[in-house]
Nanobody, 125 residues
């Protein structure tokens, strides 16, 4: 089992950058594929990015491709989301998630077993 805690959210202006962090507990962090999702008010939770167990493979939603970068540091039990050129439509609660199976870069929330509590990102125009 793994527990996840996100941090780094905040209020920024369009065009600014933010770096989200997700700290994970547990000794088996490196066996999980990790993902970032977001949920805006009145909308379903949506996939943002995912990274493989060792960080060699990544996947992004089309809406963030080229602006966001997911990375991980297994020595620190952490995964990160660097967000550049932020837009008002990026405003949402951002969640970190862990996929116990760890083999594929999954994009559906139901395929992830563990979730953090979320961190709010607000981008003003």
């Amino acid at each position: 089992q793994v527990q996840l805690v996100e941090s780094g959210g905040g209020l920024v202006q369009a065009g600014d950058s933010l770096r989200l962090s997700c700290a994970a507990s547990g000794r088996t962090f490196s066996s999980y594929a990790m993902g970032w999702f977001r949920q805006a008010p009145g909308k379903e939770r949506e996939f943002v990015a995912a990274i493989s167990q060792r960080g060699r493979s990544t996947s992004y939603a089309d809406s963030v491709q080229g602006r966001f970068t997911i990375s991980r540091d297994n020595a620190k039990n952490a995964v990160y989301l660097q967000m550049n050129s932020l837009k008002p439509e990026d405003t949402a609660v951002y969640y970190c998630a862990a996929d116990r199976e760890g083999v594929y870069l999954r994009k559906q929330p139901r395929e992830y077993e563990y979730w953090g509590q979320g961190t709010q990102v607000t981008v003003s125009s």
